[in-house]
């Protein structure tokens, strides 16, 4: 079974920082571009920061512009691992993150992990 598992979530004050990890089972994603995505409550799931694949060139990131400068996306493609380091975390930073293929794969959302930065 093909599985993305989001982990790393907590509560968090606001200007901290936490560390997502997306790990991949059941086949690898070393071709795929990957991303990271929330959903606060109320709101639509919205994209955060995407990563390529790196097959002919270094992993290349993509933020959304209200990330930029505050969290970096990342790969380990031998651990099957995306990561999201996210520094100086504001309240409107609360939600749920997921990560999965980029563009997404409607077959490959998971059950996310909160991340809560009180103010």
């Known amino acids: 079974q093909v599985q993305l598992v989001e982990s790393g979530g907590g509560l968090v004050q606001a200007g901290g920082s936490l560390r997502l990890s997306c790990a991949a089972s059941g086949r690898t994603f070393s071709s795929d571009a990957m991303g990271w995505f929330r959903q606060a409550p109320g709101k639509e799931r919205e994209f955060v920061a995407a990563i390529t694949s790196g097959s002919w060139s270094a992993d290349r990131p993509n933020y959304a512009d209200f990330v930029k400068g505050r969290f970096t996306i990342s790969r380990d493609h031998a651990k099957n691992t995306v990561y999201l380091q996210m520094n100086s975390l504001k309240p409107e930073d609360t939600a749920v993150y997921y990560c999965?293929?980029?563009?997404?794969?409607?077959?490959?959302w998971g059950q996310g992990t909160q991340v809560t930065v009180s103010s």
């Open positions: 999965n293929t980029y563009p997404p794969d409607w077959a490959f």
